[in-house]
């Protein structure tokens, strides 16, 4: 075999290996092995954590998601002071940046989706139960605007009016003009809409 | 025990591929980009990713309803072919006690029926887990529901199940928030390429849902409350995690 096509050889196996590699979970269509799965004894690292929408994705850095993936809600405080950044950074004031990071990280126990399913049912929504104290049920619906409701805190004078950058739930930077679902959900299980 | 030097080897190794797998990935992505893809890590491996968690009441009175929404953006035509991974442990978390740390799980794994490539889900729960934390096993019992995936399965009064596609609930004009924020912008696909430097600094009118015909692979719990754990009138913190096998700790 010339060195040339050696060099090809290697080349080819490297892609292949590259291939199998990468494939690791990211194929779309055709059936896993049936000889893997998820089996009882085996210890399961974390890989991704998501609780409350637009906290990790949007108030801490990309550079961190990954550290924050790996955290969980007793340890996501430490990323406090990255989500105080964010606010502060857009020239809001710091007491606004302690009132979100507050109620976004339950009062330091962690980015959790706070709910109470004891309450009544039509208040529920996402961090209603902040903003409905003693009466919201939170949660978070399928309908929820979480992204017009996240801006709206952050940069309206809905919480501080200090700076405010928009009105609430207005332009430029309080609504991203999209206030509803692609399709509708059902009002009965499993409630999201059919798949296009 | 392994030395520095040895346990080092398949981090390098680990970083290599890594890289490999992001110019690759780079080279051939024609799948849409959002949001939901927020590492490297599960923006390469999608059935990793959790887009999404929601926790409401059901239809039906003193009944509620956690949903997790994972591989976001999935395309019509890819979604006939979508399946969840079998070598991922999918778990919805619930702290019932106020300290952050779950006090419940549910354990959500696939399979594939013998002799066929029809996949199977298997809903462990509520169970106390084995191990708090971020590295987990699975409880080591039978599941409450199993069956084939796209199947509504259980029982309407006990714990009732759906894995399958849907429709991304989500809504976004992703786009301009790219350009506004663009360090949160993918690796890959066509939001990838928007600049790196703000460039704009306000959403516009009309907004574009950038959701909108796209799907995700969606796991669906609906149970009565008490389920949940929760005490009277109190609260419960609900989370979604993913977890692949790989740490001995």
Known sequence: MSRSTSRVTLALIGAVLLAAACNDGAKIGGPDSPSLRVTPGTNYRQVEFLANPLVSEVTVFKQQHQAYNTSMPYASAQFIPVTQQFITGFGRPQALADLLSTVLYNGGHGDMLLFYPDRDPTTTGWLSWALQPGVGAGGRKLTDDVVDLGLTAIFSSFLNPTGALCQPFQLPLCTDNVNTTARAPAGTFPYLAGPF | ?249
């Open chain 2, 1 to 249: 025990m392994l030395s520095r030097r040895t346990r080092s080897r398949p981090r390098l190794l680990g970083l290599a591929i890594a890289a490999g797998c992001l110019g690759a990935a780079a080279l051939v992505s024609t799948i849409v980009a959002s949001d939901h893809q927020d590492t490297a890590l599960v923006e390469l491996n999608p059935r990793r990713d959790i887009n999404d968690v929601y926790a409401f009441p059901a239809s039906s009175a003193g009944r509620v309803v956690l949903a997790v929404t994972t591989q976001s953006p999935l395309t019509p035509a890819a979604t006939s072919n979508a399946l969840f991974d079998v070598n991922v442990l999918y778990q919805i978390k619930i702290d019932n006690s106020g300290d952050g740390v779950e006090d419940l799980v549910y354990q959500v794994t696939f399979r594939h029926r013998d002799g066929d490539e029809q996949q199977l889900v298997e809903v462990r729960g509520p169970v106390a887990p084995a191990k708090t934390g971020t590295v987990n096993t699975l409880v080591n019992i039978a599941p409450a529901v199993s069956g084939p995936i796209n199947t509504v399965l259980g029982s309407a009064s006990g714990l009732q199940v759906f894995a399958g596609p849907r429709a991304d609930p989500f809504f976004i004009d992703l786009e301009r928030f790219f350009r506004i924020i663009p360090d949160r912008r993918p690796a890959t696909g066509p939001l990838s390429r928007l600049p790196e430097a703000p460039s704009a600094s306000s959403f516009r009118n009309p907004g574009v849902n950038f959701l909108d015909g796209i799907n995700a692979m969606a796991i669906v719990l609906e149970m009565p409350k008490s389920f949940l754990g929760a005490g009277a009138g109190g609260a419960v913190g609900v989370w979604a995690t993913t977890s692949i096998a790989g740490e001995s700790r």
